[in-house]
T-cell receptor, first 112, second 115 residues
Framework: QQPVQSPQAVILREGEDAVINCSSS?????VHWYRQKHGEAPVFLMI?????EQKGHEKISASFNEKKQQSSLYLTASQLSYSGTYFC?????????????FGKGTLLTVNP | NAGVMQNPRHLVRRRGQEARLRCSPM?????VYWYRQLPEEGLKFMVY????????ESGMPKERFSAEFPKEGPSILRIQQVVRGDSAAYFC?????????????FGPGTRLLVL
């Protein structure tokens, strides 16, 4: 089942914060976050595994809520370089241990 | 340490021709995944291969599409008798092992345009 991402698009001014959500209708085992700039490869950001773990590096962090079957990506004090489309890829509990199912993406635009 | 390599980056084919897309995984990675991306859409899983083995091709159309990952050389995604609907970006990713906690590293993609 394809996870649902929200919002579909968000526009920020440099320095503002954003939250991107990824929801699944099935129990999640892991969530992988990627950022893709137009015409380029998706770049890995982080993995969250079952257990409600929160991860982060610099000003980008993420949480995993097992009960809500949801993960959220937090971008604080956004920079121009954060612009791009953010995808979550999920592994569902009981599913294959390699096949990622991706959401449709959230387009983030950071303006000066 | 070179990343995942894909070639060609852009490929134009006329309807009915064949398209061959190549993917060289990162050094030390023996697991390759192919995904297709349509405009404004997420990545859709096509096939998962290990060296000389197709593990899961459940996302691949039954006809005209095939994939291989030989003992030597890159993984190849082959599309025979291409149609306009095959136009898309095709990405491959690789990982050291096939496990949930493993990161899949993506290549730059091949953009296929069918005229």
């Amino acid at each position: 089942q394809q996870p649902v991402q929200s919002p579909q698009a968000v526009i920020l001014r440099e320095g503002e914060d954003a939250v991107i959500n990824c929801s699944s209708s099935k129990a999640l085992y892991s969530v992988h976050w990627y950022r893709q700039k137009h015409g380029e490869a998706p770049v890995f950001l982080m993995i969250l595994l079952k257990g409600g773990e929160q991860k982060g590096h610099e000003k980008i962090s993420a949480s995993f809520n097992e009960k809500k079957q949801q993960s959220s990506l937090y971008l604080t004090a956004s920079q121009l370089s954060y612009s791009g489309t953010y995808f979550c890829g999920t592994h569902n509990s009981g599913g294959s241990n390699y096949k990622l199912t991706f959401g449709k993406g959230t387009l983030l635009t950071v303006n000066p | 340490n070179a990343g995942v390599m894909q070639n060609p980056r852009h490929l134009v084919r006329r309807r009915g021709q064949e398209a061959r897309l190549r993917c060289s995984p990162m050094k030390g990675h023996s697991h390759v995944y192919w995904y297709r991306q349509l405009p404004e859409e997420g990545l859709k899983f096509m096939v998962y291969l290990q060296k000389e083995n197709i593990i899961d091709e459940s996302g691949m159309p039954k006809e005209r599409f095939s994939a291989e990952f030989p003992k030597e050389g890159p993984s190849i995604l082959r599309i025979q008798q291409v149609v306009r609907g095959d136009s898309a970006a095709y990405f491959c990713a690789s990982s050291p092992i096939g496990a949930i906690q493993e990161t899949q590293y993506f290549g730059p993609g091949t953009r296929l345009l069918v005229l």
